[in-house]
């Protein structure tokens, strides 16, 4: 049986662990991820979550799809976080993108299973994710493999933010 670390090759695509051969191609990846959310990306970013995914004693961790030749297709980043109530850790998906020509195909489904996986080797009860409301693609996925909660999600930017108090 395969650890969570190597999934088996189907079709000519495995998802794996990243590895650090694979910064130049997880970098135009996560760059598209950037561009696709309309979030800033720099070079300090991008050094700072490679270190971090690649830090044994980080909790960030990351999986990519491969081709046989090493063509990276999609990504995913996923942690534990406690859960307080439950007094354990759960499982958080961060990001997870696949490229748009790749989109339908199942890598999506393969990257979250393979992060499902290696979280009920680490114990976790759950995995959860959030995405966009109007990202209507990627909502039928997660539609077919997850319960969307009732829960709302709240930011507040703590750069900017004044006194909270009333």
């Known amino acids: 049986m395969s650890s969570s670390a190597e999934q088996p090759v189907v079709d000519g695509i495995q998802i794996r662990d990243l590895q650090p051969q694979d910064r130049a191609a997880w970098e135009w990846l ?21 270190s971090w995914l690649l830090d044994a004693q980080h909790p960030l961790q990351g999986k990519v799809v491969a081709t046989a030749n090493g063509v990276l297709l999609g990504l995913a980043h996923y942690r534990p976080f406690p859960e307080p109530l439950l ?42 994710w959030i995405t966009a409301a109007d990202n209507a693609q990627a909502r039928r996925l997660y539609d077919g493999l997850a319960q969307a909660t009732a829960w709302v999600t709240y930011d507040l930017n703590l750069e900017e933010a004044g006194d909270t108090q009333n």
């Open 30 to 50: 996560y760059r598209q991820y950037a561009e696709f959310y309309k979030e800033p990306m720099n070079d300090d970013i991008l050094a700072r979550t490679w």
């Open 87 to 128: 007094g354990k850790d759960a499982g958080f998906l961060d990001d997870l993108f696949v490229l748009p020509e790749q989109r339908g195909s199942g890598l999506g489904r393969r990257l979250i299973e393979a992060v499902a996986q290696a979280g009920k080797e680490q114990g976790w009860p759950f995995l959860r």
